[in-house]
């Protein structure tokens, strides 16, 4: 006697149809350049500045994006109008000790640091590339002041603690908010395109302003746009994630 065995409709088994393979994790590091244009209080001290910006980043399978960024103010776009108040002749010359107009340059320096996270979004994919588009907000610390530069020994009224009450040196909390275009090729250059908005309180270092004559200023808020590039270097790379997908039978 043959005994035949058949499936019942209790009767389960399950088959692979294919892996389903997650983006990588990266952590990258970016270098690049900012282009910024102010409003506002520090719109009145310093009309625009460039940055150079470094970035740390941690992005998650093209979901989003966690990092840190340090950018530093370079710029000389400085508003010297009534910088030297009580100090100038007739026609606004600042003399140096030998009764020579003297020769000052004005730079604004500083920085901004602050952690920030990103929505990620793909726009396309295309063999090794991949355009994605990143939102989000940041919040952090901002620090900057006019350096001048001119012949030491020869303008003793910007000298030693005298140049203290014309630096505007200032502080305070920043927030940011970012969003950008990021092109990345496995085997070539890759780069990020965006804009960032940032709105940071200010707070006068100095007790006394001598521009202006008068013990230090209230808090202010001091607005920025600010166009940025930047190219990217993978600096470690996370293995594919493969998860097999079933169906029942």
Known sequence: MNIVSAKTDTDTSKSVISPK???KRWLFLQAGFN???NSGKWAERYASHTSVPIRLEYQHRNKFVAGIEHDIYLGSNVNSTNLYTGMTTEDGSLLDIT???????TYMRGFHTNIYGLKTIVLKRKNQTTWTLHAGAGLGYHYHYTKFVFDLDKLPQLEEENLGGYDRRSDGF???????IQYFNYSSVSFVLGLDL??????????YDFSTQTPRNNRSVDYGFGVNFGIIIPIKIGDNQIEPEYFTE
């Open 35 to 37: 282009i910024n244009q």
């Open 198 to 207: 940032t709105q940071g309180q200010n707070n006068l270092l100095r007790a």
């Open 21 to 23: 393979i997650k983006d």
């Open 99 to 105: 009764g020579y107009p003297a020769i000052i340059r």
């Open 174 to 180: 920043q927030v940011s908010e970012k969003i950008r």
